[in-house]
């Protein structure tokens, strides 16, 4: 149709509505607007107009083309935006306007609080139920809770067997049925249950053991996260660490008016490739352990096995320290050619301090250049507190007849100590270590698959296991990314 014909098939449309004495139909109007948005991207179109004015029959498929996807894409962004799927809309052919009318009427009926375009999703009856029996677990348990769920505190004297009874009785099932079941019965009843992705009482109890988890990781008395870096991989092949360090580009050359800039290509120098594995447990409820009603297995033991894998990694990471291992580049970590080693062990003291802090600010990049380490952290083993208090808090050198002053007064060095230096040490001497900035520089890293730093825990199912199993695993990685970042005095026995 060319523009006149669209013209005047808008004319008859009104004519018959006036004739007949009525308004325009829904479709009429839809019609009418149809025929008035192609008229529009057909005067918008330059190809081929004929003398007449009229424009050709391809160009007003081309026009009606690009208003057709104009009209998806709104309706499609609009409908996205209130959590609403658009393709009904895009199907039934609506104009935007009465697309943004419907949106409204659907948002109304379903009485959903709009809040700056978004539609807050309200939770369900049986959710508030299973967050409300979790936190009566574990307020019974004695865990403190910020901010119980409410009605938390009606579920805070109900045993195992009679939360059982409730989750099974919202399911429909008989209570006074479920009431004379010997706790024997219940507890085959509710096995049934375990693998039920519906099922409440299962889903109540991973949900209390992964509040235990989450509360117990953050608790552990571990020091390695204060002075090392902490990393994300995104799978288990080995990681390079970003690549490459860059250096040796030499200073930067003077350009006169209207120079030329000249080209350089940077040296570059492999890092070691970074790589997490998995570590994991699986831990039980028994049969005896619902009999019996023991509400601290849910608490004791998942915090159990959550401290051990943070310890584990606590572990871990000292004994890199300790052992001294050889490195990516084939020489121990800490080493003469590496600038980073004291060669005479001795305590820590106002002037073996001095040493490793002049010690770390004479080293130099890959290429020879010197850089700058901020020294940060002084990790040493238990034992050597008090001595390190009166080092850093003195303002005159302490035992000095002259009052001489303290060059390491108030000096920012933070002291992590840790007993597992002393623990992996035995009988020898207890090395001590400086560390720079993390921020600025490299030593130790500590990679988590995706950054979950918590442990993961999932239902299980063992051939023969009597009880609710669970797997709990933590995937983790640790490397020694550089070797200028980190100091050692060998120490003394």
Not at 42 to 59: R, W
Not at 407 to 429: D, M, R
Request: hydrophobic share 35%.
């Amino acid at each position: 149709m060319t523009i006149k014909e669209m013209i005047a098939r808008q004319g008859e449309i009104t004519k018959l509505a006036r004739t007949e004495n009525r308004d325009l139909t829904d479709e009429e109007i839809r019609e009418f607007n149809d025929l008035q948005t192609k008229i529009d991207s057909a005067k918008s179109v330059s190809p081929a107009d004929d003398k007449s004015g009229s424009v050709t029959d391809e160009t007003v498929r081309q026009a009606a083309r690009a208003a057709e996807k104009s009209r998806i894409a709104d309706i499609t962004a609009m409908c996205r935006s209130f959590g609403i799927d658009p393709q009904p809309h895009i199907d039934s052919d609506v104009s935007v306007d009465e697309c943004r009318k419907l949106v409204l009427e659907e948002l109304q009926k379903s009485s959903g609080p709009i809040n700056a375009g978004r539609v807050t999703v309200t939770e369900s009856e049986e959710d508030k139920f299973r967050a409300a029996a979790a936190d009566g677990l574990l307020l019974r348990m004695g865990v403190d809770i910020a901010k119980p769920a409410d009605g938390a505190n009606e579920f805070r004297g109900m045993s195992l067997r009679d939360l059982a009874i409730e989750c099974l009785g919202r399911d429909g099932e008989n209570t006074a049925s479920l009431l004379r079941m010997s706790r024997d019965e219940l507890y085959s009843r509710m096995s049934r249950e375990f693998f039920n992705p519906t099922s409440a009482f299962p889903a109540i109890l991973d949900a209390t053991i992964k509040k235990t988890i989450v509360e117990e990781y953050n608790k552990v008395p571990t020091t390695f996260q204060a002075w090392t870096r902490k990393g994300s991989v995104t799978d288990f092949k080995p990681t390079p660490d970003h690549s490459y360090v860059l250096g040796g580009v030499g200073d930067f050359e003077l350009v006169p008016e209207n120079g030329e800039l000249k080209n350089s290509t940077p040296s570059t120098s492999l890092l070691p490739h970074r790589k997490v594995d998995t570590y994991g447990k699986q831990f039980s409820m028994s049969r005896q352990a619902f009999i019996n009603d023991d509400i601290g297995f849910l608490s004791e033991v998942p915090a159990a096995y959550t401290r051990a894998a943070k310890r584990t990694i606590d572990k871990a990471v000292y004994k890199i320290l300790v052992s001294n291992p050889a490195i990516y580049d084939g020489t121990a970590l800490f080493h003469a050619n590496h600038k980073n080693l004291i060669t005479s062990g001795a305590a820590p003291s106002q002037t073996t301090i001095q040493d490793i802090i002049l010690l770390a600010q004479g080293q130099t990049d890959p290429f020879g250049e010197p850089i700058y380490e901020v020294p940060k952290f002084l990790v040493v083993p238990m034992g050597y507190e008090f001595v390190l208090a009166t080092i850093f808090k003195s303002a005159q050198v302490v035992g000095s007849s002259n009052n001489d002053i303290n060059p390491l007064y108030n000096y920012p060095l933070q002291v992590v100590q840790t007993p597992w230096i002393n623990a992996l040490a035995g009988e020898s001497a207890k090395p001590w270590f400086m560390v720079a900035d993390p921020s600025s520089s490299k030593s130790i890293q500590v990679d988590y698959l995706n950054g979950q730093e918590t442990p993961t825990f999932r239902r299980s199912e063992p051939a023969g296991q009597l009880g609710f199993v669970w797997d709990i695993w933590l995937d983790w990685g640790i490397t020694a990314v550089d070797y200028r970042g980190i100091y050692k005095n060998p120490g003394v026995v």
